[in-house]
């Protein structure tokens, strides 16, 4: 009988053996799927055995990469965690954990993961350097700073650390002399010597609650983290920004705004609040959303006409833009009239989603991102591709 066990004992050894040799081979192919199951399998046969537990880490690691580079957020989520509890000894896990946790939203549990990985690895500089990005959108600027700093005494030769440290310094000696106040939802930012501003504070918070209430209405999404606004001089926006002029603000983590004079611009300035906020709404709500959709929210919320974006596409029939410009940062198109046409073709395109399949569908692709991405999230919630849905709507505009 202790034969038996023996030899039963070795057999199960070496298919955990042939298992974990299998998944090897497929890591090497980056199937990554196929490596898991193997893992999986020899893990169930040597659930003690180290080396099988950490290349099953790996496997999921690799997993939750690919997912996040297809903004499937919450599947990385779920296999960058998986990861992290398979080898808690690896860093760089915990960290992936927090990016995946930033790109489905969820900053104040990314920030977390961060603090906790950085108790147990205090010279790990990808937390270091993902909290400072974390405490720069949520306005706490000495924070952000000191993050930065710390991650690039670790690694002192990586330029995006500098870049970053500088913007937060910048930001920091420019609000320095900056009056800092409150609404029911906003903790904005402006220029004591701004008697406008000063004397418009209550305007001010009057005028981003309503913003707050209206995309809120329209998203139907409530987030309960403050948003952070600063509202700077014409120019100065645009330095600090470094936008042209056809730029009305910005979301970068932050709502930055330009303001002439707030007087002048109590019609004018609500628009360009609501766009902004839809922003950081949609920044919670699917990070991974295309340029083309938070763009067309944005102005569908700001309350720009889309019959005018039509005849704008229309009018630049033979000149569209490709559907990957549609998809990546409008800036990067440089031309100003290429960055119009780019704004005028996503408020189109978007208006005519929701007459063709209406505001629910719209919310559900929205809302489906952070699971599915981008692709499969579309199809579910129109009943056609992206592709098939552009060339659908560009035929219904006619020449």
């Known amino acids: 009988m202790i034969l038996v066990h023996l030899l039963l004992a070795l057999a199960s050894q070496e298919d955990a053996l042939e298992w974990n040799r299998r998944g090897i081979e497929h890591l090497k192919k980056e199937d990554h799927a196929a490596a898991v199951e193997a893992f999986e399998k020899a893990r169930a046969l040597r659930p003690d055995d180290a080396t099988i537990r950490k290349n099953l880490a790996v496997a999921r690691f690799r997993v939750g990469e690919k997912a996040l580079a ?6 990385a989520v779920a296999s960058f965690r998986s990861a992290a509890d398979l080898d808690p000894d690896h860093p760089a896990y915990r960290v992936s954990l927090a990016v995946a946790e930033r790109a489905a939203g969820r900053g104040e549990a990314a920030r977390g993961i961060l603090e906790e990985t950085l108790s147990k690895f205090p010279r790990e500089a990808s937390a270091f350097e993902l909290l400072g990005v974390l405490h720069h959108e949520e306005g706490r600027l000495e924070e952000a700073a000191a993050a930065f700093e710390k991650a690039l005494a670790l690694e002192p ?14 930001d920091l000696e420019l609000e320095a002399g900056y009056s800092r106040e409150g609404s029911i939802h906003f903790d904005f930012r402006y220029d004591v010597e701004r008697a406008d501003l000063v004397k418009g504070a209550g305007i001010l918070a ?14 139907g999404e409530y987030p309960t983290e403050r948003m952070q606004v600063v509202l700077y001089a014409g120019q100065t926006f645009r330095e600090v920004t470094g936008t042209g002029e056809y730029v009305g603000g910005l979301f970068d983590g932050r ?41 067309g929210l944005a102005q ?26 549609l998809r990546g940062s409008f800036l990067d198109l440089k031309e100003p009239a290429r960055i119009r046409l780019a704004y005028a073709m996503g408020l189109s395109f978007l208006d005519w ?5 209406g505001r629910e569908a719209v919310m559900r692709y929205v809302r489906g991102i952070r699971a599915e991405g981008e692709e499969k999230a579309f199809a579910g919630a129109f009943g056609f591709s992206f592709a098939d849905g552009l060339a659908l709507w560009r035929e219904e505009l006619g020449p």
């Open 255 to 295: 709502i930055r705004v330009p303001v002439g004079s707030l007087f002048r611009q109590r019609e004018s300035l609500p628009p360009v609040l609501r766009h902004e906020v839809t922003h950081a709404f949609l920044h919670r709500m699917a990070p991974g959303l295309p340029t083309w959709a938070g763009e």
């Open 206 to 219: 009057g005028m981003l609650d309503e913003a707050w209430e209206s995309v809120a209405l329209e998203l």
């Open 157 to 170: 030769t990586r330029p995006r650390l500098r870049e970053a440290l500088d913007r937060v310094k910048r």
């Open 353 to 357: 989603l929701y007459r063709q399949r």
């Open 300 to 325: 569908r919320l700001e309350g720009r006409d889309a019959r005018m974006a039509d005849g704008a596409v229309r009018a630049a029939r033979e000149a569209l833009l490709e559907p990957e410009q």
């Open 70 to 75: 297809a903004k499937e957020a919450e599947k």
